[in-house]
């Protein structure tokens, strides 16, 4: 199979789709490979190295869409890459559907097979493609709010940490997934007062185990929430259902009980948001205010650290972008149900029940989609 590895486009996107130790294992296997020239150049991985390592080179993206029969990428295709796919073409790379009807719509007028890293699951029902990118998110989502609480960012003023004699920052975690367990550590590194609500007990008794009394946990309902909101100088929005959009956790009415300068992170943004006045930001223009709360919302986080972002992705993603090109896409998605539960658009169809249900379209079942 020939994979095509193009430059990322989003804004503040520097990450990308295969390492050249990635490209070897593909060649190893006898498929070929092309990437565009610069596609790894901002995190020190040369054209060189992928020519080393067995890739073509490519000096557009045209080239790349044109020729390759596998696109592997690390974010949603832009408009300008979705007109490029065509009838049969894989799409291996995140997607967010749900927030994003425009997206949806040109792929399915594409005729692509379109497989989301978010959506595949592993025996255990996890996600093992989203989790790498959530530990990274997790852990940024600490730095990203410590800074916003500086002053001159707009925020309140507060150390997280505090000092001897000054009490430390308060930090909520909304959810305590892969990353709110990452953000909850990293508070906890600086020093923070930290307070995770989920509704999983099982997971909350995990934490309760592994922290003990250092760390807080609570069981998340509406009142939970209120009542902590006003004592918040960090909230990390770390709530997922998997394809859905998130559900809106704070709402406009709500941030009225927070203090002034106090800071929101949303790293549910890549599925609408969980706080009702998150829209996404960029790396360029990562905060904004309402109602005097600071809110970073960057759609996408872990590009703020490409280089460990991407090698901690391939090592993910590589035993599936081998089975696709060793395979065939049907053959490997047919043998996979995890693989298969990644499939969220094929021919012209969207084939995830959740995605479909947040966009209120009809789907197929993966299955028989494929026929």
């Known amino acids: 199979m020939l994979v095509g590895v193009p430059t990322e486009i989003k804004n503040h996107e520097y990450r990308v789709g295969l390492t050249p130790a990635g490209v070897r294992e593909l060649a190893s296997h006898g498929h070929q490979v092309l990437v565009q020239r610069g596609a790894g150049q901002a995190i020190g991985l040369s054209d060189a190295d992928y020519e ?42 995140y997607l967010h559907l749900a927030p994003d009807p425009a997206q949806a719509t040109a792929l399915l007028a594409s005729g692509c097979t379109a497989i989301a890293y978010e959506t595949v699951t592993d025996e255990r029902g996890g996600l093992p493609l989203l989790a790498p990118m959530s530990e990274v998110a997790g852990r940024m989502s600490i730095q990203a709010g410590a800074h916003a609480l500086q002053k001159a960012q707009g925020g309140s003023g507060i150390l997280l940490g505090g000092v001897p004699g000054v009490a430390p920052g308060e930090v909520l975690v909304l959810g305590g997934g892969v990353v709110g367990i990452n953000a909850a550590r990293m508070a906890l590194g600086l020093g923070a007062r930290v307070t995770v609500l989920d509704r999983s007990l099982e997971r909350l008794r ?85 109602d005097g709360i600071v809110h970073y ?18 090592q993910a993603t590589l035993p599936h972008v081998l089975a696709l090109a060793d395979k065939g896409a049907r053959q490997a998605l047919l043998d996979d149900t995890g693989l298969r539960n990644g499939l969220n658009v094929h021919a012209g169809r969207l084939t995830h029940r959740a995605v479909a249900q947040a966009l209120g379209l009809d789907y197929a079942r993966a299955a028989e989609a494929l026929g």
């Open 297 to 314: 919302c960057v759609a996408n986080m872990p590009g703020g650290v490409a280089r460990t972002s991407t090698f901690a992705l391939t």
């Open 206 to 290: 995990q934490l309760d185990e592994l922290y003990g009394p250092q760390l807080s946990t609570v069981f998340s309902t509406r009142d939970a929430i209120e009542a902590r909101l006003p004592h918040a100088d960090l909230v990390i929005g770390a709530v997922l259902i998997p394809g859905a959009a998130a559900p809106k956790l704070v709402s406009r009415a709500q941030l009225a009980l927070m203090r002034p300068g106090s800071v929101l992170v949303d790293v549910a943004i890549d599925q609408g948001g969980c706080f009702e006045t998150s829209h996404p930001t960029t790396h360029q223009d990562p905060t904004y205010e309402v």
């Open 52 to 93: 080393a390592a067995g890739a073509q080179l490519a000096d557009d993206a045209a080239t790349v869409f044109a020729r390759a029969e596998m696109i592997v990428k690390v974010k949603e295709p832009q408009p300008a890459e979705c007109a490029m796919l065509r009838p049969g073409q894989v799409l291996f790379t």
